[in-house]
């Protein structure tokens, strides 16, 4: 069965950074994209980029561009996102979720999700 | 960038009732967008995608259409298991989410 088991809570002061992993299992790793999606605590989800593990290509929304890096290690299926320059607003939790079938956006497996949370 | 606008933001519903929610897209996305069920604490969870299909394992209950700009998920007769909040998806041009529906008891 499709698993995505991501690495634990973080707690981090403003200006660092954080990266968070998301290991994958059950399925052959490099032929669905994994996305990256946030939620602010009490607030709605906000897409946040995507990687093709298949090469690493990435694509990244607008808003963290700069910022936000996603890479993978096909060695041990797992996927990163970090991100830099932390603020306040960057407090949520983050999950990996795979696309349903192959290389599509509609996410059809989530991670447990992490929480970051960014304070001084 | 696409906006997609979700009304209403919250619904107070019983038992039973037939449930409507409505995502509108700030321009045409085809039929490229997707509906979640997200329950606090947990992460959503894929129920519609493609506008009109079934994700499985998912209940008959729930159904999607539209097309274009404007869809709605529709749950025929509300369990107390749907008691949730509802986001929609488009995936037309990357992946952006509506604001959310909470669905709550009436």
């Known amino acids: 069965q499709v698993q995505l088991v991501q690495s634990g809570a973080e707690l981090k002061k403003p200006g660092a950074s954080v990266k968070v992993s998301c290991k994958a299992s059950?399925?052959?790793?490099?032929?669905?994209?994994m996305h990256w999606v946030r939620q602010a605590p009490g607030q709605g989800l906000e897409w946040m980029g995507i990687?093709?593990?298949?090469?690493?290509?990435?694509s990244y929304a607008q808003k963290l561009q700069g910022r936000v890096t996603m890479t993978r290690d096909t060695s041990t299926s797992t996927v990163y996102m970090e991100l830099s320059s932390l603020t306040s607003e960057d407090t949520a939790f983050y999950y990996c979720?795979?696309?349903?079938?192959?290389?599509?956006?509609?996410?059809?497996?989530w991670g447990q999700g992490t929480l970051v949370t960014v304070s001084s | 960038d696409i906006q997609l606008t979700q009304s209403p933001s919250t619904l107070s519903a019983s038992v039973g009732d037939r449930v409507t929610i409505t995502c509108r897209a700030s321009?045409?996305?085809?039929?490229?967008l997707a509906w979640y069920q997200q329950k606090p604490g947990k992460a959503p969870k894929l129920l519609i995608y493609?506008?009109?299909s079934l994700e499985s394992g998912v209940p008959s209950r729930f159904s999607g259409s539209g097309s274009g700009t404007e869809f709605t998920l529709t749950i025929s007769s509300l369990q107390p298991d749907d008691f949730a909040t509802y986001y929609c998806?488009?995936?037309?041009?990357?992946?952006?989410f509506g604001q959310g529906t909470k669905v709550e008891i009436k």
């Open positions: 059950g399925y052959t790793f490099t032929n669905y994209y």
């Open positions: 493609k506008a009109s």
């Open positions: 990687i093709n593990p298949n090469g690493g290509i990435t």
């Open positions: 321009q045409s996305i085809s039929s490229w």
């Open positions: 979720a795979r696309g349903r079938s192959g290389y599509t956006y509609d996410l059809g497996y």
């Open positions: 998806q488009q995936y037309n041009t990357i992946g952006t």
